[in-house]
């Protein structure tokens, strides 16, 4: 749901008027865009909590559940303040990131850990290719495809529903499929005679101990390594979403105002085609790359590169067809694997 938004997001901003001029677009959109983050930020430390006492499970299908409700709402807006309120609430209802980290971690073996997050970050790579793609190709189907769809149908009248549709029936499979997800949450108030169990407990224990000799959870604050990291992740979470909302809205926008003149079409097809490769970057490339240089230097090299590439944007204005798609692609296609 949010790789989809950006291909169709400035058309769905005009077209529910709430912008007095064209000019104003763009600020209306970016309100819709942070709605979404602005709720995660606020829940995300509290559906971890929820998590570590109830299960991972339960926070897996509240999450789906919200998606395929709010989602839905989200595409049937007849309002700027409805867009805006439904994402709004499906990011406070989004807390399924923190738990699905830990679920792969917790439904492996230790010595497969890292696999499992490897994973995580691959399907991360997949949404980015299916998520623009739907969003681009299926945003104005009355329009695009009007054999298909007439402009009296649902589809014509809400143009912006079918690609939040698809998402949502996708919510559904994966609901469905949380039937057989086994809970991995460990109960250490129940006795059992597994070994993983004991073991469980008593690294449990120990760790419990060690906080209390280290001053407790706000110890954390004052690790100043772990601050660091976080910091650094925070910033460059930042970029990347904010790059994700702006690269959008600067390619659909009008020459005249500096941007490329591109279609919803156009802007999936780049952001699906960048997810692709950076899928293949962290299956084939990212393994021998890590390798051979430090995870911080790597940190340090493709911050350094990506000014450079962000600042180069401007001048892709000056191309047009068949080179402005090559650069384009090749631009965006850097940028994400720089984030890897």
Known sequence: PIQSLFPFLYFMI???????QVEDIGFYAGFVGASYMLGRALTSTIWGIVADKHGRKPVLVITLIAVITLNTLFGLSSSYWMALTTRGLLGLLSGMLGPIKAYATEVCRKEHSHLALSLISSSRAIGLIVGPAIGGYLAQPADKYPGMFSQESIFGRFPYFLPCLCISILAVAALISCIWLPETLHKHNEATDSNNSIEAMEESLSDSNAEESSGGYWSLFTNWPLMSAITVYCLFSLQDVAYAE???LWAVSDRKYG???????DVGSVLALSGLFLLIYQILIYPSVAKAIEPITLVRATAILTL????SYPFMTTLSGFNLQLVVNCASSLKNSFQV
Not at 14 to 20: P, S, T
Not at 308 to 311: D, E, T
């Open 14 to 20: 005009r077209d529910l008027h709430i912008a007095k």
């Open 246 to 248: 702006v690269f959008s």
């Open 259 to 265: 941007g490329l003149s591109f279609t919803s079409t």
């Open 308 to 311: 450079p590439l962000l600042a």
